[in-house]
């Protein structure tokens, strides 16, 4: 199968891509972490309220974790999330001058940041090469024949080797769109997809 095809097709169904609001990239690493186990349409109005109040490091850091629980009541694990972003913030402050790092090896040094979390804040944030894959990524790209993996983390391996380096930043953004309106994880929508001709449908 061509992943050139798929790649075009996905741009072709979404042209603007996957548009975040705001792609600072200490936005972006506080978003991610509230994301974890919790859905798109509450994670965005979650972040939004939270750094409506808070809006940096500092005062997230100076912040107690009543005051974070309750603006973030809403997204899954909160009262875990909540200390989550008071301790990145410290460390943050303290071990990088109050910037987010922009390589890999120092972002898995914060607290709960996974490869997906740190792909997010590199690709989005900083603009850097990176796949990052989340649930919708490492699914559609197993169910289409692209990959046969079992992790995401496997899944991100396996993708660089068989995806143009130059779109890699994108394909999270045009995987999540497609993996939330076409191939969804149940009832995909198979007789209206624009892959339908070259999926193998590897349900």
Not at 2 to 12: A, C
């Amino acid at each position: 199968m061509s992943v050139e095809i798929i790649v075009s097709r996905l741009k072709e169904l979404y042209p603007n891509g996957y548009f975040h609001i705001n792609r600072d990239p200490f936005y972006l690493l506080i978003s991610t972490v509230l994301s974890q186990r919790t859905r798109d349409e509450v994670t965005i109005p979650t972040t939004q309220k939270l750094f409506s109040v808070f809006s940096n490091p500092q005062e997230m850091a100076e912040a107690s974790p009543d005051e974070i629980q309750e603006l973030i009541k809403e997204v899954g694990f909160y009262r875990v999330k909540s200390q989550r972003i008071i301790d990145i913030s410290r460390m943050i402050l303290i071990d990088y001058d109050g910037i987010v790092p922009d390589s890999m090896a120092e972002l898995l040094k914060l607290p709960g940041v996974g490869r997906k979390t740190a792909n997010c804040v590199l690709g989005y944030g900083y603009d850097q090469d990176v796949i990052a894959v989340d649930t919708h990524v490492h699914r559609i790209s197993n169910r289409m024949g692209l990959i046969h993996t079992n992790t995401p983390d496997e899944s991100e391996t396996e993708l660089q080797k068989v995806i143009a380096q130059e779109v890699w930043k994108d394909i999270n953004g045009l995987m999540v769109l497609f993996g939330k309106q076409i191939c969804r994880p149940i009832g995909p929508k198979c007789d209206s997809c624009i892959m339908d001709d070259i999926c193998p449908k590897i349900i």
